[in-house]
């Protein structure tokens, strides 16, 4: 059975990074793209980045970029979303989805091409 799961969520205080996981079971990780989605508190979930995990190409939402960056361990089933400079404003639950796929871009920031889902981790920005 395909499984995703999150781990990393924390409180920090602005300007202060944090390291999320996607731990992937379950399937051929390489086949797919993984996209990271976020859900504030009455907000819609909203794609900030995806990666093709068979040739590395990366796509990021202009909210995120320059500071978020999305990586595999080598030779692992875990893929990563480095988090750089984090504001308040980057506060809320953060998602992990796989789609099979081979590519990178503006589709897969949308979150209803997705049928593989983790269960979220909770990121909160505060002083």
């Known amino acids: 059975q395909a499984q995703l799961v999150e781990s990393g969520g924390d409180l920090v205080q602005p300007g202060g990074s944090l390291r999320l996981s996607c731990a992937a079971s379950g399937f051929e990780l390489g086949l797919y793209v993984i996209g990271w989605f976020r859900q504030a508190p009455g907000k819609e979930r909203a794609g900030i980045g995806c990666?093709?995990?068979?040739?590395?190409?990366?796509f990021y939402a202009s909210s995120v970029k320059g500071r978020f960056t999305i990586s595999r361990g080598n030779g692992e089933n875990t893929v990563y979303l480095q988090m750089n400079n984090l504001e308040p404003e980057d506060t809320a639950v953060y998602y992990c989805a796989a789609l099979r796929s081979n590519t990178a871009g503006p589709y897969y920031l949308n979150p209803k091409v997705y049928r593989i889902w983790g269960q979220g981790t909770q990121v909160t920005v505060s002083s």
């Open positions: 990666m093709s995990i068979s040739n590395g190409r990366t």
